[in-house]
């Protein structure tokens, strides 16, 4: 990357102004960072289902033990909605997969690792490693 490009989201960290030509030191790499981050985002949520996504975008971006969930509710959505002649259980099923499928293109690995942490937790009734209790995290924010 060149020192000319200064991207939209540099100028808004660094206030408007004329983009020199040359930025130097810290604020060129902090500019450099921001700058790529924000490309690098960008490129990833363009890519990501989105409000409209189908159900097969949706589906797709899910993890293979998510799949037979999202399945099931689908067509009980669809069952639903053909029955009352109202997609707004469609529409609310869809969203909310949406959602779970942003997060797990976002960071699969990370997703993966929630949906293990709420199973064992449901499973053993153990709060995850590192977790703290609501009343805990309530005195330590001084709440």
Known sequence: MSPE????????TFGAFNAPKVVFGAA?????ELGTVMD??????????????????IRAALLPKERAEFDHEW??????AA????????YRTL?????????TLADPAAHG???ADAEHAQRTGDAPAGSVSWHQLKGELGI
Do not use: C, N
Not at 83 to 90: A, C, F, I, K, Q
């Open 83 to 90: 029955e009352s002649l109202d997609l707004t259980g469609v």
């Open 40 to 57: 690098m985002t960008r490129a990833a949520w363009a890519s990501t289902p989105g409000p409209g996504a189908s159900p097969g975008e």
């Open 95 to 103: 969203d909310s997969w949406e959602r779970i499928a942003r997060s």
């Open 5 to 12: 490009r200064v991207t939209d989201a540099t100028k808004a």
């Open 28 to 32: 060129w790499r902090a500019a450099y």
């Open 113 to 115: 690792q929630m949906l």
């Open 75 to 80: 067509q009980a959505a669809m069952a639903a």
